[in-house]
């Protein structure tokens, strides 16, 4: 069973657009979701990530959103840019540190000029 | 801030070979790492959990006996592809859980081991 669904599979945003990326999760356990980008043939880096006491973490141009009662969680990018064009990954994970981390299947994003 | 580096990052072998892929955390210590194992523009599939000291947990499906796990010390774990298949080519990543000031425990990933099977 997926435990973090995430959409959209793809997604193509003008330069300056604002790119959208939703997540959902089952478990009500999770209290970190983190985002997390990965350029071709580099593992993948932290971007943002925030906890369930909170329904908005900003840095810079990149925002989560998140829905508790919902269970739902997406990733603004404004002002989006070429070099933003990358795969990114929505997770969620229980604390501790033997706990896995849950991750969506992943949204590759094309920003064009 | 915290790194994990992975080594080779890319690998060549023959079918039937053995390949071993080191995973070391440099600036902290990991008493807990993870292997992933992710397909062409496909999300990450968790392997095992490799525990220091101690036997690792493989995710169901995974063989215990093709992919041999060692966490030896509080740096380094290490996954050993043995005798290699075609089908065993992909794209390996570790991960390692870094405490933060917060109390969060942030996941943070090697740069990954481009593993083709000849």
């Known amino acids: 069973q997926q435990q973090v669904k995430q959409s959209p599979q793809s997604l193509i945003v003008q330069k300056g657009g604002i790119s959208i990326i939703n997540c959902a999760y089952e478990?009500?356990?999770?209290?970190?979701f983190p985002w997390y980008q990965q350029f071709p043939g580099k593992g993948p880096a932290l971007l943002i990530a925030?906890?369930?006491?909170?329904s908005e973490k900003k840095e810079g141009r990149f925002t989560i959103s998140f829905n508790k009662s919902a269970k739902q969680f997406s990733l603004h990018i404004m002002d989006s840019q070429p070099g933003d064009s990358a795969t990114y990954f929505c997770?969620?994970?229980?604390?501790?540190?033997?706990?896995?981390?849950?991750f969506g299947t992943g949204t590759s994003l094309t920003v064009i000029p | 801030g915290a790194v994990v580096s992975q080594h080779p990052s890319w690998v060549i072998c023959k079918s039937g070979t053995s390949v071993k892929i080191e995973c070391r955390s440099l600036?902290?210590?990991?008493?807990?790492m993870f292997w992933y194992r992710q397909f062409p523009k496909q999300s990450l599939m968790l392997m095992a959990t490799?525990?220091?000291?101690?036997?690792?947990?493989?995710e169901q499906g995974v063989e215990k006996d093709k992919f041999l796990i060692n966490h030896a010390s509080l740096t380094l774990s290490t996954l050993t592809v043995t005798s290699a298949h075609p089908e065993d080519s992909s794209f390996y990543i570790c991960?390692?859980?870094?405490?933060?000031?917060?109390?969060?425990?942030?996941?943070?990933f090697g740069a990954g081991s481009r593993l083709t099977v000849l």
């Open positions: 478990n009500t356990a999770f209290d970190y």
């Open positions: 490799s525990n220091e000291g101690s036997k690792a947990t493989y």
């Open positions: 991960s390692a859980r870094v405490g933060t000031d917060s109390g969060a425990n942030v996941l943070t």
């Open positions: 997770a969620a994970s229980r604390a501790g540190t033997g706990n896995q981390f849950y």
């Open positions: 925030i906890r369930p006491d909170v």
């Open positions: 600036d902290f210590q990991a008493t807990t």
